[in-house]
C-alpha cells in the first residue's frame, strides 16, 4: 500500500499507471492500493491527468485498481501531485512513498493435478470428482487416492456451473394441520410445531439417517418444515426455483397435499411411506400391516384373552395400517371385537387413551400401542392405577426407537428399520437425480418383533 502524508488538511495522490505492465490477476507478486482521505477533492487535482475509471470514483480507498478485463494494473511509478487546502501549497515533488507488497495468494492443488497424480486424463478425473457415470471402478479408486493425496476440493460455484447441480437436497418434514393438531399455534410462526418434530425420536433417526447416507456423495441436506399452506408454497417454490436437486419427504397425514405438488414441480422426489392417491412419485415404507400382526401374534402365545389398541391418528395410513393389521391377525384367532382409543404418537395422548379403555375395559390385558412414545404414556397410566407391566397388562410399541430401551420394564416393540429405510430413501433420490429418465420405484421394509419386558 502506497501512503503519501501532509501537513494538514487533504492530501492527494496521483499515478502515472504504466500499461503496459500489466498482469492478469494472481500472477502479480506486487499490487499498489491508494489510500485516498477525500475523493471529491482528489478527483478536481486531478482531472485529466489519470485513466477516467479513477475519476470517476471507481478507485476508492483500500481497494486494488484493475481494468475491465480483470486484469490488477501494478502501480510502478507515482508522481506526487498533492495539495495543501489550508495553505494552497504545493506538496514537494519529493514526498516519501512507502510501498507495501500484498501476499500472492497461495494456489491449491488443481484439477490438473490430481489427474496427472492418477495417471488419467483431466476429462475421467472430472468425471469421477463430479459423480458421473461410466467411469471403471479401477480408475475411480485411482481419482479418489489422488483426490486424498493433493487435498483437492473442488470449488462448488465451480463445480454448479459444469454440473448444472447444486450439491443439495431438501429435506421437507410435513403434514401437521396447525388448525386441527392442538400441538401447533398458528400464531407461534411454526415453532411449537418444530418443537414436536424434534421431540420425536422417529424423525431424529430419519434426520440421522439420512445425513448418514448422504455425506459420501458430498450432498447436504436442507431442512424444511411445511406446516401449513404458506409453509407449503415456499417449499415448493425453493424446489421450483432450482435451490435444491431434489427432495426427501416426511408426511405425517394421509391427505397432505406435497406430494402431489412436488410431482407437478418436476424434481426428483422420494417420499417416506405411500401417497395416499396412486402419484408417479417414489417411495420407502414399511409393511406395517404385519407389524401389527406380529404384536397380535405375540399376545395369543402369550395366552392373552382382552387384547386392546392405542392408534396413531387415524389420518395417517401408517397408524391406519397397523391398528388393521392387528385387528385382522386377531379375528383370525377369534377375537371378534377389539378395543381402540385414537391418539396422536406422543406420551401424552398414550396417557389420556390407556385411561380411556381402562373405564371401556376394566379386564384388559394386553395393550398394541402404533408407538413406543404412547406405550410409554400407557405404561405410566398403569403404574398409577396399580397394574403390573407384564403380569396384569402386556404392552407392545412400535418402532424400537432408544425410549423402549431405557423404559421400565423395557418396552416390547415392533422394529421399523428407520436409518436404512432413510439410506434407502437417499439412494433411490440420488439415482433420480443421475438419471431422471428413470421409472419411479418402491421399496418396502420387513418389520421385526423386538421381544423384552413388557410383553
Known amino acids: 500500500m502506497f501512503y503519501l502524508s501532509g501537513e494538514t488538511g487533504v492530501l492527494a495522490v496521483v499515478g502515472r499507471l504504466r500499461e503496459s505492465v500489466l498482469r492478469r490477476a494472481g500472477s502479480i507478486r506486487e499490487s499498489a492500493l491508494i489510500r485516498i482521505r477525500s475523493i471529491p477533492t482528489f478527483r478536481r487535482a486531478v482531472k485529466g491527468t489519470v485513466p477516467e475509471s479513477v475519476q470517476r470514483g471507481e478507485l476508492r480507498e483500500g481497494r486494488t485498481g484493475g481494468d475491465q478485463d480483470g486484469r490488477t494494473v501494478e502501480c510502478c511509478r507515482f508522481v506526487a501531485l498533492a495539495r495543501c487546502t489550508s495553505a494552497g501549497k504545493r506538496y514537494p515533488e519529493n514526498a516519501s512513498v512507502t510501498p507495501v507488497t500484498a501476499p500472492r495468494p497461495s494456489a491449491g492443488p488443481t484439477l490438473d493435478d490430481v489427474a496427472r497424480v492418477a495417471g488419467v486424463s483431466r476429462a475421467t478425473a472430472s468425471r469421477v470428482i463430479n459423480g458421473k457415470r461410466k467411469v471403471a471402478p479401477a480408475l475411480q479408486e485411482l481419482v479418489q487416492s489422488a483426490v486424498a493425496a493433493t487435498g483437492y476440493s473442488p470449488h462448488r460455484a465451480a463445480r454448479t456451473l459444469v454440473t448444472r447441480r447444486t450439491g443439495s437436497v431438501a429435506l421437507v418434514i410435513s403434514g401437521t394441520d396447525p388448525e386441527t393438531d392442538p400441538v401447533t399455534d398458528p400464531g407461534?410462526?411454526?415453532?411449537?410445531?418444530?418443537?414436536?418434530?424434534?421431540?420425536?425420536?422417529?424423525?431424529?433417526?430419519?434426520?440421522?439417517?439420512?445425513?448418514?447416507?448422504l455425506r459420501p456423495h458430498d450432498v447436504h441436506p436442507v431442512l424444511m418444515?411445511?406446516?401449513?399452506?404458506?409453509?407449503?408454497?415456499?417449499?415448493?417454490?425453493?424446489?421450483?426455483?432450482?435451490?435444491?436437486?431434489?427432495?426427501l419427504h416426511v408426511s405425517t397425514r394421509a391427505d397432505d397435499p406435497l406430494p402431489a405438488l412436488l410431482v407437478e414441480v418436476g424434481r426428483p422426489a422420494v417420499l417416506f411411506?405411500?401417497?395416499s392417491a396412486p402419484l408417479p412419485i417414489s417411495f420407502v415404507d414399511l409393511a406395517n400391516r404385519d407389524g401389527g400382526a406380529l404384536a397380535a401374534?405375540?399376545?395369543?402365545?402369550?395366552?392373552?384373552?382382552?387384547?386392546?389398541a392405542i392408534s396413531g391418528p387415524l389420518g395417517v395410513l401408517a397408524a391406519n395400517d397397523r391398528l388393521a393389521g392387528f385387528r385382522d391377525a386377531l379375528a383370525r384367532r377369534g377375537h371378534a371385537y377389539v378395543p381402540s382409543v385414537e391418539g396422536n404418537f406422543?406420551?401424552?395422548?398414550?396417557?389420556?387413551?390407556?385411561?380411556a379403555l381402562l373405564e371401556q375395559v376394566p379386564g384388559v390385558d394386553a395393550v398394541f400401542a402404533g408407538n413406543d412414545l404412547m406405550a410409554q404414556g400407557a405404561i405410566d397410566v398403569l403404574h398409577e392405577a396399580g397394574r403390573r407391566v407384564p403380569e396384569d397388562v402386556a404392552v407392545i410399541g412400535f418402532d424400537d426407537t432408544a425410549l423402549a430401551q431405557r423404559a421400565r420394564p423395557a418396552l416390547t416393540t415392533v422394529r421399523q428399520p428407520v436409518e436404512e429405510m432413510a439410506g434407502e430413501m437417499v439412494r433411490l433420490l440420488l439415482e433420480r437425480i443421475e438419471d431422471p429418465t428413470l421409472a419411479v420405484r418402491s421399496v418396502l421394509f420387513e418389520p421385526a418383533l423386538v421381544v423384552r419386558g413388557s410383553a
Open 188 to 213: 407461534s410462526g411454526g415453532s411449537r410445531y418444530a418443537g414436536h418434530v424434534f421431540d420425536d425420536p422417529f424423525f431424529g433417526r430419519i434426520v440421522a439417517g439420512i445425513v448418514r447416507a
Open 346 to 355: 406422543t406420551i401424552e395422548s398414550g396417557d389420556a387413551a390407556m385411561r
Open 273 to 275: 411411506a405411500r401417497p
Open 297 to 308: 401374534e405375540h399376545f395369543v402365545a402369550d395366552g392373552r384373552t382382552a387384547p386392546a
Open 225 to 247: 418444515l411445511a406446516e401449513d399452506d404458506a409453509a407449503r408454497a415456499q417449499v415448493v417454490s425453493y424446489v421450483r426455483q432450482g435451490n435444491a436437486d431434489g427432495v
